[in-house]
């Protein structure tokens, strides 16, 4: 079996260097949890969008960069034993930086739409299971306070995950979403990426969220 590299492993608890030398788990990692998909998930699939690559902070490269803070989320897609999941579907979207979606049924929205951004991407994982998009901090909107990034992953033989992730960088907002709430502690530390949040203010804010699927029925 393969195992995550040593570098992620090291971040998440629960993990061991097993007698072959490879990063381990001692038990079943906890399935990501379920979250709603929520009214705007993108009317044309994302896969038949113009725009659609894994950089959300431009519509095309040298174009101009969406407003907002710049944020790499990346990560890795496996099974609970820790196995990367090859040709899993990973599938974003969310609002931009003012809190507007780019959906009819946000139309009433008074948010300026940014038109620079990108508000959906889609990256389909190696043999690693990793995947990364480059992005921006979601804005607030009404009803949601948490800023959240919406996640679809297929992964064969395992059910499609529906959730969401959230940032360490605005906890008591997160305290105050009620989907977020909806979780136990353990499930919102699931979802809650921990930033890195380099002094060169010109760099992107990063972290990373491991994604659990549960097998097929
Ligand atoms: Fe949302």
């Given at each position: 079996m393969q195992a995550l590299s040593g570098g992620l492993a090291c971040t998440l608890p629960g993990w061991a260097v097993a007698a072959n030398?490879?990063?381990?788990?001692?038990?079943?990692?906890?399935?990501?949890?379920?979250?709603?998909?929520?009214?705007?998930?993108?009317?044309?699939?994302?896969?038949?969008?113009?725009?659609?690559?894994?950089d959300l902070s431009q519509k095309i490269a040298g174009h101009e960069f969406a407003k907002g803070q710049l944020v790499v989320v990346k990560g890795i897609v496996t099974d609970q034993r820790g196995k990367?999941?090859?040709?899993?579907?990973?599938?974003?979207?969310?609002a931009c930086a003012s809190g507007r979606y780019h959906h009819s049924r946000d139309e009433s929205?008074?948010?300026?739409?940014?038109?620079?951004?990108?508000?959906?991407?889609?990256?389909?994982?190696?043999?690693?299971?990793?995947?990364?998009?480059k992005t921006i901090i979601p804005g607030k909107y009404p009803g949601r306070m948490g800023r959240h990034i919406h996640y679809r992953i297929d992964s064969p033989q395992h059910q499609r995950l529906v959730?969401?992730?959230?940032?360490s960088e605005y906890g008591e907002d997160n305290s105050?979403?009620?989907?977020?709430?909806?979780?136990?502690?353990?499930?919102?530390?699931?979802?809650?990426?921990q930033l890195d949040k380099p002094s060169d203010q010109a760099q992107p804010w990063s972290g990373s969220f491991h994604i659990v699927m549960g097998k097929a029925s």
């Open positions: 030398g490879l990063w381990m788990p001692d038990e079943d990692l906890p399935l990501t949890p379920t979250q709603t998909e929520g009214p705007f998930y993108p009317e044309t699939a994302i896969e038949q969008q113009l725009f659609n690559d894994t990367p999941l090859a040709g899993s579907v990973v599938e974003v979207w969310q929205n008074p948010l300026l739409l940014d038109n620079n951004f990108q508000f959906w991407g889609r990256a389909i994982t190696g043999e690693d299971g990793k995947y990364s998009f959730t969401q992730c959230y940032f105050k979403d009620g989907i977020y709430r909806q979780l136990d502690a353990k499930q919102r530390e699931q979802v809650t990426v």
